[in-house]
């Protein structure tokens, strides 16, 4: 849903420059000259799309938190590789997730083998996890995704999906348990899956830039889910009020983080944390330092009791 919503977006812009440029375009030769101009303009566009967007976010973030890191010193590096995680997740990757992403299908696996489920966050679909997902199956390991759908669904409605998508998973490979991983929202709605069909499915929970107080960014999105995650809901507030499933729980979060605000949203009494700095929102899930850390803890026995506490 969210990658036929965002190439349809592509296309009208794409059309709409083609269309543009031909108009100034008298005939001949300079036909091809306005098709190539709108080929290019479109990433163009879209790439100034993303800037502007983020810019207001920025803003957004400096008159919330002015005595904030990110909205004071947060590193340059840091930001242009944000700007291009978005640009490669929104305009490259999502689109067209299922050329990027192929087929779910992982099939049965030893019984020694603990499968991972990736959950994406608000606003996304399975095509975020392109680059960890082929660097962790590079190493063997056996990665599914899910589609968090309708986008705009409450986040329970969600963990009825993902309720699914694990059922569906486990049949699939014959494993008794999953490990999830999770970005963003995708750490609430599985918390919400946890607190209601319980942990006898899942050995260990792993959470990049999760919301677990909620994010003011929120305020600006559309949907029940982004009215769930605005700091202090009464869906957060009854979440949070439950006991944390007894199962190992570890939350990975930036200090530059600007979508998170603020940044220590994504503490959680009872979890094990991994404070990172450099790292934007969406830069987490094409981090090599967050690839590295997963990678330590999948390494594991599935049989033995996961220690998801070490720092990268």
Known sequence: MIARRLFGALAIEALLLLFGTLILARAGTLTGTAVLLACVAVP?????????GYAVVRRFAAALYPSSRPARA???RCTIVEYLALFAAFVVIQPFERFWMGKEA?????PERTPVLL????LCNRGVWWWLRRRLRAHRYTVATTNLEPPLASLDRLAEHLENRIAALLRETGAPKIVLVTHSMGALVS???LHRYGAAKVR???TLAAPMHGTQIARLGPGANAREMRPDSAWLRHLNSQPLPPIPIASIWSRDDEIMLPSETSRLAGAREII???LGHMAMVFSPRVLAFLESELARDSNQETDLCRKI
Do not use: D, S
């Open 119 to 122: 959950v994406h966050g608000y």
């Open 204 to 206: 260990g929970l792993v």
């Open 44 to 52: 163009l566009l879209n790439t100034c799309g993303i800037v502007a």
């Open 106 to 110: 992982v099939g049965t696996l030893a």
């Open 74 to 76: 947060r590193p340059w």
């Open 191 to 193: 918390r919400a899956y």
């Open 276 to 278: 990172l700095e450099g």
